[in-house]
């Protein structure tokens, strides 16, 4: 969607119109929720997450300016805040952090351990990037946004994200791919 | 024969493109939300964004378990309101006849009240329990905050007279013992909310009374009566004694002595939620009895 059409939806939701509310949920949840799973682990935790940060930024309407933050750049500061806020609280319930982890229960055993294994991957794989890289890699797949916005958001050019993000993903793609080759044996052996 | 292409071309951003692809393709499929889960989110999320604009123009805040709090807040309010409004009810005006919340049968109603609450606990710790099994976070939420609020009403009704305490320790340890039952299993998204209800619980057991609280002897009477209940008795020689006592206000414990001056007619005045036992000097005696939220009735006689 375009900038202009969400800021006028933006624009309605500042006024607590319901509907309004529900379209920047529908537009932007599913992107919510990948950026915080893949931070969180659990979805357990990633859907509170989500419900916390959208609570967040309805009480944060009425005060956003549109101008210079693009609403996306916006919302993901807030994302990642609440994010972070909740990895500090973690910590206290350390013991409760044992718990497998939980995922769609619709899907069959065979689908859940694929899914698991996958995102157990893409995790380890991340680990690997530098803290910047990985940055950009979460904003630009997980939470969708594009290079100008992720470039306000780290307050860099957006040559330079596009340049972090080059490198994240050579790096990404041969560390999946050694991983992958690496199940592949080890299922052969 | 071979096409080979200049460096820098932009055939040779390709791979790097597709490389993009595939991995936000991957990131698609392995980080895939829950419709369901979104779904409840989505209509939580506007519930509470609706009944915040009903209540305040200008946002408080509302984040995350604080929300919860606050709902939980709201909800024993609520409880605690219904509670006062069913003990305070007002006095007729002139009526020199004790009235009592729920007249003669308070102290059963206090009992069946505590007796509701606990029943209406158990409903809701088994909510509590289903949501558990179910795991489903925002409910198990949800729940627990009317578990909670149940168990603020049941801290008031416990204490009022003719409340079998022991019974309710019983069902109160049994509920305690379940909620202990799925503490090891709480996610980490409920584990402050549970951590606080659990609290709450054995704050309530906590404080229960070590023996039952008598029914009082005034089967209207729910609180006991303020110390000193003064007669302000007139000298009515010739009239028989009428009560001007006025309501009392308050809660109190202890036996008042009135004191009135005159050939007859005491007046003891009661206050509110007591019995007031007002004794007269003079050359006539009477007793006047104030019960809960009333006035005291002299029975005074000539000497």
Redesign the interface.
């Known amino acids: 969607m375009h900038e202009s059409a969400v800021d006028k939806i933006v624009a309605k939701a500042r006024t607590?119109d319901?509907s309004s509310?529900?379209s920047l949920?529908?537009l932007y949840?599913?992107r919510v929720?990948?950026f915080v799973?893949?931070r969180v682990h659990?979805?357990?935790?990633a859907?509170?997450?989500?419900?916390?940060i959208?609570?967040?930024v309805?009480?944060?309407l009425?005060g956003y300016q549109p101008r210079g933050l693009p609403f996306a750049a916006w919302l993901f500061r807030i994302a990642r805040n609440?994010v972070i806020d909740h990895d500090r609280?973690?910590r206290e319930?350390s013991t409760?952090?044992e718990?497998a982890e939980?995922t769609?229960?619709r899907a069959g055993p065979e689908e859940l351990a694929e899914?698991a294994f996958?995102?157990a991957a893409?995790r380890a794989a991340l680990e690997l990037l530098t803290s910047e890289q990985r940055d950009v890699i979460t904003y630009r797949?997980?939470a969708g946004l594009s290079p100008r916005e992720i470039g306000v958001l780290m307050d860099r050019r957006e040559g330079a994200i596009r340049a972090l993000?080059?490198r994240a993903?050579?790096t990404?793609?041969e560390s999946?791919a050694t991983g992958a080759d690496l199940l592949a044996s080890g299922l052969s052996a | 024969m071979t096409l080979r292409l200049p460096a820098g071309s932009i055939f040779e951003l390709r791979p790097k493109h597709r490389a993009e692809r595939e991995f936000a393709q991957r990131v698609e499929s392995a980080f895939r939300a829950d419709d369901v889960a979104l779904a409840r989110v989505r209509a939580s999320i506007l519930a509470q964004a609706s009944a915040r604009s009903v209540t305040t123009t200008r946002p408080s805040r509302w984040t995350g378990s604080f929300s919860w709090r606050l709902a939980a807040v709201a909800a024993v309010l609520v409880v605690a309101l219904a509670s006062g409004f069913a003990i305070i009810r007002s006095v007729p005006a002139g009526s020199s006849q004790a009235v009592v919340p729920g007249g003669s049968a308070t102290a059963s109603q206090a009992a069946n009240g505590a007796s509701a609450d606990l029943d209406q606990a158990d409903t809701s710790l088994k909510l509590v329990l289903t949501a558990f099994r179910t795991s489903d976070a925002a409910d198990l939420n949800f729940v627990l905050v009317a578990y909670q609020a149940r168990l603020a009403a049941i801290a008031i009704d416990v204490r009022r007279p003719g409340t079998d305490v022991a019974a309710a320790r019983a069902r109160l340890v049994s509920q305690a013992s379940s909620l202990a039952g799925i503490a090891s299993s709480v996610t980490p998204a409920n584990a402050s909310l549970f951590k606080q209800v659990s609290a709450d619980l054995a704050g309530v057991i906590a404080s229960l009374p070590s023996k039952p609280t008598p029914a009082p002897v005034n089967p209207g009477a729910s609180h006991k009566p303020t110390p000193m209940p003064t007669s302000t008795a007139t000298p009515t020689p010739t009239k028989k004694p009428v009560s001007t006592a006025t309501p009392g206000n308050g809660k109190s414990n202890g036996k008042g002595n009135g004191n009135g001056n005159g050939n007859a007619g005491g007046n003891g005045n009661g206050n509110a939620g007591g019995n007031g036992k007002g004794n007269r000097n003079g050359n006539a005696s009477g007793n006047g009895n104030g019960n809960a939220g009333s006035n005291g009735k002299g029975t005074g006689k000539n000497h």
Request: charged share 30%; proline share 6%; net charge negative.
């Open positions: 607590g319901p509310i529900g949920y529908d949840a599913a929720y990948r799973l893949v659990q979805p357990s935790d859907e509170d997450l989500l419900q916390r959208f609570l967040k309805i009480e944060a009425p609440t609280t973690r319930h409760l952090d718990i939980r769609d229960q899914v996958e995102r893409i797949f997980f993000q080059f993903i050579q990404l793609r999946l």
